[in-house]
């Protein structure tokens, strides 16, 4: 044990660890789009089946020793991949296509590191079952996904805050060289007993299984079948339910680590062997919960209440993930066939994901995936009680019903006030009209559940700015500061949402929109007039909006507006001490850059002035009401490096204090703290 348990651990711990740590160190190069971090998941997804797959085949069709001496042998030559820092020549250098060097990279800086610590949790079990026969090793998976958590827990709160990703590269290649010294120890360790299990005569015991398992036929289709289902019913619940308090509900930071921290957790109490999976009451429980959740789901007046939606889809995923993970332990197969057990829970977790991440964003206009769990884990129950008393099926029954109803609503809701809705791998996208009156009649942007412009549709009022774009907000009284003169302007905003700044442009000038989604573009162009109304010339490149400005010429913009948003904030690439240089490099010598900062839940204001202070520039604060029937409450940070051309009195009259707490360490593409900027 003093050897198996740790050595489990870390590798659980380092490879939730290394997740993070790689994806910031690609950010800046790759960009934020939603295509950067589908690659990501796609790799880690397919390195940890084929770590589990190589672990099945490897107990299986090796001999004990074969085995540890091959795997030992790969632990070692990993060593010559550390550190974990990707090469400058990875780095994208103009437009071409960046999966396979996003690929590429991710293969050749941590593949085989990667690939060994999957294959760690099941091999282990294994070397333990082989050293201590007739104990239950699965206990050791309880021990994996409590380690898991940690790491998950401690990487924002823990390490992010105090320590710079180039650091935390460091530190983890050091300390996956003492897990490959302490994973060699115990797979040596594990042979002690392999001249008994061999004297018996018996190659499968000598492999690792106990004297037990042989007795036990091998797993059926079937049954491997329904391991799978199992595991790729709860990886759905988790991330579609993630999905959709995230998007739909509130773009809360850090809210994604309450669902995962609960489905870990079912793992660590299922797993622990203790009993903590009290079938009965749990399959009742389930069945209710179903049905609250497809209530909630449909339900127009609980849309947007937070409490509630937080608390009823977290305790629903809870119970369903708790009948998931405990139907895989109540029907797990004695430890001859535990790395087959292992691959399938592997690959239903990778099935899951798949659907909600790659297939679900092709083939469904908005976040349904979420109606097609609660069904699924309603068929499922329904399955699994089949031979329980008559009880559970009928309530499995009415909770399938149930689910199918609420979805069926949902489906309808969702569409009522809808015009168009569309879907990629950015999310959802929808046009709403709202308003009772031809006065108030409007159009809006709905992007999950943040509105990104809206125009009313009065003749009068319809090439007015309005949101956080009025003429009493932050970029509105800077570019009305610029007027009237003789020469044309160039403004440059990174983010389209719906247009709505053009509406400020004037015969000659350029208005160039960066946008890095497609969908945007078209329902800019198609279901909203402000581009088309403008009088300036519009430009529309298409892309990350550094990447873009990396690699063209100095643009001279009078103004430049950082107006992307991920969620309810800035994506943190773009929010950097280096992006600031880089949009330098376009900007006129009197030129003003205009963050737009509003957010609910994160104080970036500092933020953007500590970046400020770092290069030299004068920082001014706009926090407008929205007292303007037109306008929303908005907030923009003013940053120039000539101090007069924030001295305007339209702006001035606007201005705010800060307050700057210049102690906050300055945020950099290898430094940002999320935590530390929480209201």
Not at 43 to 63: E, I, N, P, W
Not at 235 to 247: D, Y
Not at 502 to 509: I, L, P, R, T, V
Not at 546 to 565: H, K, N, S, T
Request: proline letters at 5%.
């Amino acid at each position: 044990m003093p050897l198996f348990a740790p050595t489990i651990f870390a590798s659980a711990f380092l490879l939730f660890l290394v997740q993070p740590i790689v994806a910031k160190q690609i950010l800046p190069w790759f960009g934020g789009s939603a295509a950067v971090w589908a690659m990501c998941l796609v790799f880690f997804q397919t390195v940890l089946l084929l770590g589990y797959a190589y672990a099945d085949v490897t107990v299986r069709r090796l001999s004990a020793r074969s085995q540890v001496r091959l795997h030992a042998t790969l632990l070692i030559v990993s060593l010559l991949a550390l550190p974990i820092l990707p090469g400058e020549f990875w780095k994208p250098a103009g437009d071409e296509n960046p999966i396979w060097r996003i690929l590429g990279m991710l293969g050749t800086t941590i593949g085989l590191p990667y690939f060994l610590l999957s294959t760690t949790s099941p091999l282990v079990q294994v070397w333990f079952a082989r050293r201590f026969p007739g104990r239950n090793p699965y206990r050791l998976f309880a021990l994996s996904n409590l380690a898991s958590l940690l790491a998950l827990l401690g990487y924002p709160f823990l390490l992010e805050p105090w320590v710079a990703t180039r650091a935390q590269a460091w530190g983890w290649s050091a300390a996956y060289a003492l897990f490959v010294g302490l994973a060699c120890a115990a797979a040596f360790a594990s042979l002690k007993n392999i001249a008994s299990a061999l004297s018996a005569g018996n190659a499968t015991a000598a492999a690792g299984s106990g004297s037990n398992a042989i007795r036990e036929p091998p797993p059926t289709f079937a049954r491997q079948l329904l391991w799978c289902t199992l595991a790729a019913t709860g990886s759905l619940m988790l991330l579609a339910v993630t999905n959709h308090i995230t998007q739909n509900v509130a773009a809360v930071p850090l809210l994604w680590l309450v669902p995962l921290t609960l489905y870990l957790l079912t793992f660590i109490l299922c797993f622990d062997g203790r009993g903590w999976y009290k079938r009965d009451i749990l399959l009742a429980m389930l069945a209710a919960a179903l049905g609250v959740m497809a209530w909630t789901l449909a339900d127009p007046a609980l849309t947007h209440d937070l409490q509630i939606q937080i608390g009823v889809f977290c305790v629903g995923l809870f119970l369903a993930c708790m009948f998931c993970h405990g139907e895989l332990v109540r029907l797990k197969p004695a430890t001859a066939y535990l790395t087959r057990f292992y691959l399938m829970i592997s690959l239903g977790g990778a099935v899951g994901a798949a659907i909600v991440g790659i297939f679900a964003p092709l083939v469904l206009p908005a976040n349904f995936e979420l109606i097609g769990a609660l069904v699924l884990c309603a068929l499922l129950l329904l399955w699994q009680v089949r031979l329980d008393a008559m009880v559970y099926g009928v309530l499995a029954l009415v909770a399938l019903f149930v689910t199918v109803g609420g979805g069926v609503w949902a489906v309808i809701e969702f569409y009522d006030a809808t015009i168009v809705a569309s879907r990629n791998f950015y999310g959802v996208l929808r046009v709403q009209e709202a308003g009772s009156s031809d006065g108030d009649r409007r159009r809006q942007l709905i992007h999950g559940n943040i509105m990104h412009g809206k125009q009313f549709l009065q003749a009068d009022l319809k090439t007015q700015p309005t949101s956080y774009y009025t003429a009493k907000s932050g970029i509105g009284r800077v570019i009305e500061a610029l007027h009237p003169r003789v020469d044309p302007i160039k403004v440059g905003i990174i983010g389209l949402g719906v247009g709505t700044i053009a509406a400020y442009g004037s015969k000659g000038d350029t208005y160039r929109f960066y946008e890095i989604n497609p969908g945007v573009i078209t329902i800019a162009q198609r279901d909203f007039s402000y581009l088309g109304d403008s009088d300036a010339t519009i430009e529309l490149p298409l892309g990350d909006a550094r990447l873009q400005l990396e690699r063209e010429a100095p643009q001279g913009f009078d103004v430049l507006a950082i107006d992307a948003f991920s969620g309810d904030a800035i994506p943190v690439h773009l929010i950097t001490k280096e992006a600031v240089e880089e949009y330098l490099r376009h900007m006129k010598p009197d030129g003003v850059i205009a963050f737009h900062v509003t957010n609910r839940y994160l104080d970036l204001v500092p933020v953007v002035e500590g970046i400020g202070n770092a290069l030299g520039l004068h920082a001014l604060w706009i926090d407008d009401s929205g007292a303007d029937p037109l306008a929303n409450s908005s907030s923009w940070v003013l940053l120039a490096s000539d101090p007069n051309r924030l001295a305007d009195p339209r702006l001035v009259e606007a201005g705010s204090e800060i307050g700057a707490r210049r102690d906050w360490r300055v945020w950099t593409d290898d430094f940002n703290n999320i935590v530390q900027v929480l209201k």
